[in-house]
């Protein structure tokens, strides 16, 4: 059956046909070959890329991990160590603030408009991860404030004895949601049809838990004065960062075998692997086994140089990989690949 060539082959900016006989229909148009040579929906992105700023989403998603990393690492240190880790406790308790605050005003700036921050209030959806990060960060940040009040008042004198018992009732629940806040971003980000993001989600979630882990870990080691303490927290960072390597090889894996690896051929996923995989987690790994084998006490610029690299590797890590998702989105070779039916069975 022949099929009138202006109704096959028209693009999507040409007007559309006008009726006429059969034999001018069969006719290419005056000056064309039978070959359409005009717009077409080949090499069009089929996703449209997340609309939100990489580098501001990506601060926010950076100071969640922070300040949940450091409640569960304070509330853990004030369980088990006690009066012998008031110190770090206090430090702890004091970054639990910044996702609250400095990082709630980067969330606000990136929906443009305030409303939009306060629509999500009105509903609590199990089915949303939305929704549930929404509750999650409420939930941590009055918790968290709370702690941070009566921790307040324990170093200024006031009612030390109630303020330490109310700090200590406020930071277990401040440290379970902690735990959530690190990874409930993750979720959120796998559950859209970004491919990058959907590929692998449990090795993102893994990957976002023990980095904030690490860069928590390693924001305390940086002000810590005690070498017991300061060594514990160094061990909790290497270990954290063992995981998050073998997190990012698992999710390298699952990139190359559904076809979404190409995204990452990019200046941001180079980015990505240079900064969040290299110097956040290899270099740091490296300096604390240098650490382990001196037979001497390292210096402690050796320490600090670790903690600042862990810090902006989980940094450059998130930032990235939200802009390597959006070239993924943007990409229709990526996107087209990624929607085969044995990738969308998990």
């Known amino acids: 059956m022949n099929v009138p060539y202006p109704v096959l082959s028209r693009g999507p900016e040409d007007p559309p046909a006008r009726p006429g006989s059969a034999m001018d229909r069969d006719r290419p148009p005056p000056g064309r070959d039978a070959a359409w040579d005009g717009p ?8 449209k890329p997340a609309p ?3 580098g501001v989403v990506g601060g926010y998603v950076f100071l969640a991990g922070l300040s949940g990393a450091s409640a569960l690492i304070a509330t853990v240190a004030d369980v088990t160590l006690g009066s012998g880790a008031r110190d770090l406790v206090r430090r702890g308790r004091y970054a639990a603030l910044l996702a609250p605050t400095i990082g709630s005003a980067l969330l606000v700036y990136d929906l443009h408009t305030p409303e939009r921050f306060l629509n999500m209030f009105r509903v609590a959806k199990a089915t949303s991860p939305m929704s549930i990060g929404t509750w999650i960060l409420v939930g941590f940040s009055g918790c968290a404030a709370l702690t941070a009040a ?7 004198g006031v009612g030390p004895r109630a303020a330490r018992t109310i700090a200590r009732g406020a ?6 949601l902690g735990a959530g806040l690190t990874t409930y971003t993750a979720a959120l980000l796998a559950a859209t049809s970004t491919p990058l993001w959907a590929a692998a989600p449990r090795a993102l979630a893994v990957r976002f838990g023990a980095s904030a882990i690490a860069y928590g870990a390693a ?3 940086l002000g810590e004065r005690d070498g017991g303490l300061a060594r514990r927290l160094e061990t909790l960072a290497a270990a954290a960062l063992a995981v998050d390597l073998a997190a ?9 075998a559904k076809g979404v690896a190409p995204a ?5 996923g180079t980015v990505e692997k240079v900064m ?3 110097l956040g987690a290899a270099l740091p790994l490296a300096l604390y086994a240098a650490s382990r084998l001196a037979a001497r006490r390292p210096p402690p610029r050796l320490g600090a140089l670790a903690a600042l690299a862990i810090l902006a590797g989980g940094a450059a890590f998130r930032i990235r990989i939200l802009k390597s998702g959006a070239e993924s989105a943007s990409r229709p070779d990526v996107s087209f690949r990624f929607m085969q039916p044995d990738n969308l069975r998990e």
């Open 171 to 176: 930071s277990l629940p401040a440290a379970f």
């Open 264 to 268: 990452l051929s990019g200046p941001a």
């Open 52 to 54: 939100f700023e990489a």
């Open 150 to 156: 009566a921790q307040f008042a324990d170093d200024r």
């Open 219 to 221: 924001f305390l080691w």
């Open 276 to 278: 969040g995989t290299g």
């Open 248 to 256: 990012d090889a698992a999710a390298t894996a699952a990139y190359r």
């Open 40 to 47: 077409t929906y080949y090499g069009r992105p089929a996703l």
